[in-house]
C-alpha cells in the first residue's frame, strides 16, 4: 500500500504454521523456491528432533525483537501488559 508517497509493507513469519495450503504458492516469483517455517528449518538443523511450539514461537518473537531493534537503532522494552507465557497463551 502506498499513501502521500509513504509505501507501508507487512511482515509474516512462518514459526508452526500447517504449510500443506501454500504449496500451490510462487513466493516472490521464485519457482525454485517454497514457503517455509521456522520449526521445519530449525527441525532440519537440528537432524530431526521434535520441538516444542510454544518454546519455538518465544525464540522466534525475541529474535525478532532483538534484529528489529538492533537493525533501526531502537531499545524496545516490552509492554507490562503484555505477557507471552504459555499460560496466558491457553
Known amino acids: 500500500m ?3 508517497w509513504i509505501v507501508y509493507h507487512g511482515l509474516a513469519l512462518n514459526v ?14 521464485i519457482k525454485s523456491r517454497g514457503v517455509g517455517s521456522i520449526k521445519q528449518i530449525l527441525q532440519k538443523a537440528s537432524s530431526g528432533r521434535e520441538l516444542n511450539d510454544a518454546e519455538l514461537m518465544d525464540i522466534a518473537y525475541e529474535s525478532l525483537i532483538k534484529e528489529f531493534a538492533e537493525f533501526f537503532q531502537l531499545s524496545l522494552e516490552p509492554s507490562p501488559d503484555f505477557d507471552f507465557s504459555e499460560e496466558a497463551r491457553n
Open 16 to 29: 508452526t504454521t500447517d504449510l500443506t495450503p501454500f504449496q500451490h504458492i510462487v513466493p516472490c516469483g
Open 2 to 4: 502506498c499513501a502521500r
